[in-house]
C-alpha cells in the first residue's frame, strides 16, 4: 500500500536505514505496477532484496506486526516481485524479507524492531511471457520465454 500514514513513512525510513546498516543498497521506495507494489527493494552484489515493511504503535493481541504478512500478501509481493525482475532486467539472486516495527506514537522512538531475513520463497514456476501477475519466474531454471535453458 502506498505509506501516507506519519507510522507507516517512520517505519519505512527505519527500515530502509536497517538495510543499510547491513550492507543493502535501497534501490526503490514503494515500488509499483499497476495494482502491484513493494514497500522496499534493496541490493547487494549478489541479491535483490523484496521488503515487506509491517509499522504499528503496538502489538495487537499476541500477534507482532511481521505476523500480519499472510500468504494471499506474500503471492502478492512474489507477482510484484516477479514484473520488478523483467522490468529491471536484473539476474540478481532474489530475497524476500519481512521488517516488524513498533513505533511509540508519542516521540516516535521505534521500541520494537524485527528483520526476518529470507523470510519465505516462492514456489518454483514459469510463466508466460507478458505475464506479470503469475507465480515467480525463476531465471536460472527458465528462459524469458518459460523454455529451458
Do not use: C
Not at 40 to 68: D, Q
Not at 85 to 105: E, M, S, V, Y
Amino acid at each position: 500500500m502506498f505509506v501516507t500514514n506519519p507510522i507507516g513513512i517512520l517505519g519505512e525510513t527505519e527500515a530502509a536505514r536497517m538495510l543499510e546498516k547491513k550492507g543493502l543498497r535501497v534501490v526503490e521506495h514503494n515500488w509499483r505496477l499497476g495494482h502491484l507494489e513493494i514497500d522496499l527493494i534493496a541490493e547487494n552484489r549478489k541479491e535483490i532484496v523484496f521488503v515487506e515493511v509491517k509499522a504499528r504503535t503496538s502489538a495487537f493481541g499476541e500477534r507482532m506486526p511481521e505476523e500480519y504478512v499472510d500468504e494471499n500478501k506474500r503471492r502478492r509481493i512474489i507477482s510484484a516481485a516477479n514484473a520488478y525482475i523483467r522490468h529491471a532486467h536484473t539476474d540478481k539472486q532474489p530475497r524476500f524479507d519481512i521488517i516488524g516495527l513498533i513505533i511509540n506514537p508519542v516521540n516516535n522512538e521505534v521500541v520494537y524492531r524485527n528483520h526476518m531475513e529470507n523470510a519465505y520463497t516462492p514456489h518454483m514456476r514459469t510463466i508466460s511471457q507478458g505475464s506479470h501477475t503469475a507465480s515467480w519466474l525463476w531465471k536460472r531454471s527458465t528462459g524469458v520465454n518459460g523454455k529451458k535453458k
